[in-house]
């Protein structure tokens, strides 16, 4: 019980930590609209992700892998049209939009423009997408709760036509 309690209590404190670092960078890169985007990157953007389940090219920086924590925190970058298959996680997922102009949207509802300081709340089960705009890089923090639980599943891709029907 103990350990379970400490487990959570430093999850936690990661979470809040990484939302306050956010929240700090956040405030930063708003005063510097004039900034070339790459000049407000918070974190570098990692490894390719393989084009799988990803139109374009995008890449993962890995932040918080910790087993002991059972929560993964990432960085995402997708390069100016890029974006994931369809998918959905079993248990959820939260994205902290950090750079660029991005879409959100689930499955039957019409996508959400995304900005620097957005936050979506994932629910489970719940299908869904996420990229870049045609115009603009897309730079988001990934939180994966749970991940010893949560599954992530892969659907089609999101066609041209789909994609192209936002713009």
């Known amino acids: 019980m103990k350990n379970k309690f400490i487990k959570k209590l430093l999850l936690s404190l ?13 405030s930063e890169a708003k005063t510097m609209e004039n900034k070339n985007i790459n ?7 990692g490894d390719k992700l393989p084009n799988d389940y990803f139109i374009g090219d995008a890449f993962v920086k890995m932040l918080v892998n910790n087993q002991n924590y059972d929560c993964q925190v990432y960085n995402v970058t997708f390069e100016p049209g890029a974006r994931n298959s369809w998918h959905k996680h079993s ?6 939009v950090t ?8 499955k039957g509802k019409p996508a ?12 489970a089960n719940v ?3 996420h990229g870049a705009t ?5 730079i988001h923090i990934g ?10 599943e892969w659907l089609e891709p999101v066609s041209d036509e789909e994609y192209s029907k936002l713009k």
Do not use: R
């Open 14 to 26: 990661i979470m809040c930590t990484v939302i306050a670092l956010l929240n700090t960078n956040l």
């Open 127 to 129: 299908e869904h997408w």
């Open 112 to 123: 959400q423009h995304l900005h620097v300081g957005d936050v979506v709340e994932i629910s």
């Open 134 to 138: 045609a115009n603009s890089k897309f």
């Open 91 to 96: 248990i959820g997922q939260i994205l902290l």
């Open 99 to 106: 750079n660029g102009e991005g879409y959100y949207q689930e």
């Open 39 to 45: 000049e407000q990157l918070i974190f570098e953007a």
């Open 143 to 152: 939180i994966t709760p749970k991940v010893s639980e949560n599954k992530t």
